[in-house]
């Protein structure tokens, strides 16, 4: 096996799961982990490594004189929506196009996610099953490494300064928060944190999230006539009263949804967690009314329940910032190029660290991993495509 490849299996299976409801900094502390093992790795191929006091990893690479740096960013959590503990990567050689069988009664077919037609004969990597991948984004992150060891092997290749940052928490929102752009000392960067080698995005979702906490009148249900106030079943009210297109598995392209991430209730009191998505900052406003809208509506049908809604902003669509630096683009076509890709530019529909840093100065558009159907126990890696990856990222940062 390639140490490439080998580098992004040890990766994910070190647990690195946030957590939205954690205060801490990172907000778990396993996924200092992963950012000590990337360290001492970086320290391996004799790249002086820094962890701050948040968990971000520093490091550069110094290149030709008189090119810009450019600065390669990947995330090292996994996301809230599957387990990310004990990941068993399977590996799949010469994918012949059938159910690939992931394990716990679990299985994975053309039918359900057609993207496997396009991996036949390719080497792929899966899940047992029980657990997500964690190849977002920790084959971003062996990609990132796997350039650095190039450039490190073959000093004669000139090539721009190249600057690292690894950060905790972008699953929760929080990548970003603490990233010292100075330390980081890009010109422009790239996030590799995407699926398929063209996907080349420069535009992200504005986006936000609301915290809805129900209060109810919990009564004992022999006497609960016109007196109980079950807060489960206000919550469902609250979901069934925001538009019912809007959730995500009725939207796509540039269109926003609302997604309830997660709830939690009993006749006391419910709690519900949605992000809201739009990539046009208008209509995100519009979206945020509506919550107001289900709020009083419930409290209207269900006198005596008490309704929080508390709607805080997360990140901005990054196209602002990136139409002002065509340069960045030139760089990312220069190297579509040369390994002979042709980008298909499409937006995120999602986050990505790099909307925050193009706000603190920092342009960073996102490049892809070759992994798919990312948070949950169907994703998988396509390691002919991760390799492909590798290569790009060495074709942008090279003269």
């Not at 299996?9 to 093992?37: G, H």
């Not at 080497?123 to 060891?149: C, N």
């Amino acid at each position: 096996m390639d140490k490439t490849l080998q580098r992004f299996l040890d990766c994910v299976r070190i647990d690195t799961q946030s957590d939205d409801q954690s205060e801490s900094i990172p907000s778990t502390a396993k996924q200092l982990n992963l950012a000590k093992r990337l360290a001492e790795d970086l320290k391996n191929l004799g790249i002086a490594a820094e962890i701050d006091q948040f968990g971000i990893v520093y490091a550069s690479l110094p290149g030709k004189e008189g090119l810009d740096p450019i600065g390669l960013n990947s995330h090292m959590d996994t996301a809230l929506e599957c387990s990310g503990k004990d990941v068993k990567p399977q590996i799949i050689e010469n994918y012949d196009g059938g159910t690939i069988e992931l394990g716990n009664g679990y299985s994975m077919s053309p039918k359900d996610f057609s993207n496997l037609n396009k991996h036949i004969g390719h080497d792929l990597v899966v899940t047992s099953g029980d657990t997500l991948l964690g190849a977002d984004d920790k084959a971003g992150l062996a990609i990132i490494m796997a350039v650095l060891d190039h450039f490190v092997s073959h000093p004669e290749i000139p090539h721009h300064p190249i600057r690292v940052c690894f950060t905790p928490d972008e699953e929760i929102g929080r990548g970003p928060d603490h990233v010292d752009i100075k330390k980081f000392g890009a010109k422009f960067a790239f996030t590799v944190d995407g699926s398929s080698p063209e996907e080349f995005s420069y535009e992200t979702f504005n986006a936000a999230h609301a915290d809805v906490i129900i209060k109810g009148v919990s009564i004992h249900p022999g006497d609960a006539k016109g007196k109980l106030v079950n807060a489960s079943t206000v919550a469902f009210a609250f979901d069934r009263a925001l538009p019912e297109k809007q959730r995500p598995e009725f939207t796509c392209g540039r269109e926003g949804f609302n997604h309830l991430v997660g709830i939690v209730g009993s006749v006391d009191e419910a709690k519900m967690h949605y992000i809201i998505r739009n990539h046009d900052k208008n209509l995100l406003e519009s979206q945020k009314k509506d919550f107001e809208k289900a709020k009083a509506a419930v409290e209207k049908a269900f006198p005596g329940c008490k309704v929080e809604l508390k709607i805080e902003n997360d990140y901005r669509n990054m196209r602002e910032v990136i139409d002002q630096h065509p340069e960045v683009l030139e760089a990312a076509f220069k190297g579509y190029k040369r390994v002979g890709i042709e980008p298909k530019i499409d937006p995120i529909r999602g986050g990505t660290d790099g909307a925050g840093f193009s706000f603190m100065g920092c342009p960073c558009p996102n490049l892809g991993t070759g992994s798919y159907n990312h948070h949950g126990r169907f994703e998988y890696l396509d390691v002919n495509e991760f390799h492909q990856m590798i290569d790009l990222v060495i074709a942008i940062l090279s003269e």
